[in-house]
C-alpha cells in the first residue's frame, strides 16, 4: 500500500501571494487533517475532511481553506500570505471508521514565506 | 496554547542508557498517541493508549497511561542512536482534531 505523499515539498513564496499545497491519502484511508508546525513547536492542527467536507477546524483564519475530492486527496490553499505562515505544512489521512484517530503522515511540505 | 506539556524539552543520553519522556494534560485523556518525528519530515506512529492504567511496548519502547487518564510516560531502553528524533504525544480533542505537545527532542550520543 502507499503511503500519503504530499507536493510539493519546498517551496518559496513571498507576502501576500497565494499557496496551494497537495496530499494524496494512504489507500483504504477517507478521512485528511492538515497541520502547521512551526520551527520548535508541536503540530498544530488546521482542518479535517471528511466526505469532501470540513469536519472540525482549529484556530486558524478563513484565509487558509481545503478541498477533499471524491479520491479522498486533498488540498490547503492559504492565500494573502503572511511572513508567520512559514513552516512544515503535514497531511496525515485516516480511516474515520476505525474508532481510533491513528494518523499516517506524509512528509510534509515546507514553506517559506518571504 | 498548547494543552498538552511535554518534559524535558529535549534531553541528551549516552548510547545504553534508558529514559522516560512525559506527557500531561490538565483534562482528562481518552485517546492518547505517541509518535516520532525525524528532523523536518512526517510524523511515524509509535503507539495508541485508551484505557487508564495500559501499557504497551514496542522492541525496547513503552509506553503507559496512568490510571487517572491524565499522564502518559514513554521509555526507551538501551537507548540506541536509532531512537535519536523528536517525540510527541497527541490527545483526541473535540472537533475531531488530534492535538499534539510540543515535543521532546532525544539525542543519543554513541
Known amino acids: 500500500e502507499t503511503g500519503v505523499t504530499q507536493s510539493p515539498t519546498h517551496l518559496i513564496k513571498t507576502r501576500g501571494q497565494q499557496v496551494t499545497l497537495r496530499c494524496s491519502s494512504q489507500s483504504g484511508h477517507n478521512t485528511v487533517s492538515w497541520y502547521q508546525q512551526a520551527l520548535g513547536q508541536g503540530p498544530q492542527f488546521i482542518f479535517q475532511?471528511?466526505?469532501?467536507?470540513?469536519?472540525g477546524r482549529g484556530n486558524f483564519p478563513p484565509r487558509f481553506s481545503g478541498l477533499q475530492f471524491p479520491n479522498y486527496s486533498s488540498e490547503l490553499n492559504v492565500n494573502a500570505l503572511e511572513l508567520d505562515d512559514s513552516a512544515l505544512y503535514l497531511c496525515?489521512?485516516?480511516?474515520?471508521?476505525?474508532?481510533?484517530?491513528?494518523?499516517?503522515f506524509g512528509a510534509g511540505s515546507r514553506l517559506t514565506v518571504l | 496554547s498548547q494543552e498538552l506539556e511535554q518534559s524535558p524539552q529535549s534531553l541528551i543520553v549516552q548510547e545504553g542508557k534508558n529514559l522516560t519522556i512525559n506527557c500531561t494534560s490538565s483534562k482528562t485523556l481518552y485517546g492518547l498517541y505517541w509518535y516520532k518525528q525525524k528532523y523536518g519530515e512526517g510524523l511515524i506512529f509509535l503507539m495508541m493508549l485508551q484505557k487508564g492504567g495500559e501499557e504497551k511496548s514496542h522492541e525496547k519502547i513503552t509506553a503507559k497511561l496512568d490510571e487517572k487518564k491524565q499522564q502518559s510516560s514513554l521509555h526507551i531502553t538501551a537507548s540506541q542512536p536509532s531512537h535519536a528524533g523528536i517525540y510527541l504525544c497527541?490527545?483526541?480533542?473535540?472537533?475531531?482534531?488530534?492535538?499534539f505537545g510540543a515535543g521532546t527532542i532525544l539525542r543519543v550520543k554513541s
Open positions: 475532511y471528511y466526505r469532501e467536507e470540513e469536519n
Open positions: 497527541g490527545a483526541d480533542m473535540a472537533g475531531n482534531k488530534l492535538v
Open positions: 496525515a489521512s485516516s480511516l474515520r471508521a476505525s474508532g481510533a484517530n491513528v494518523l499516517t
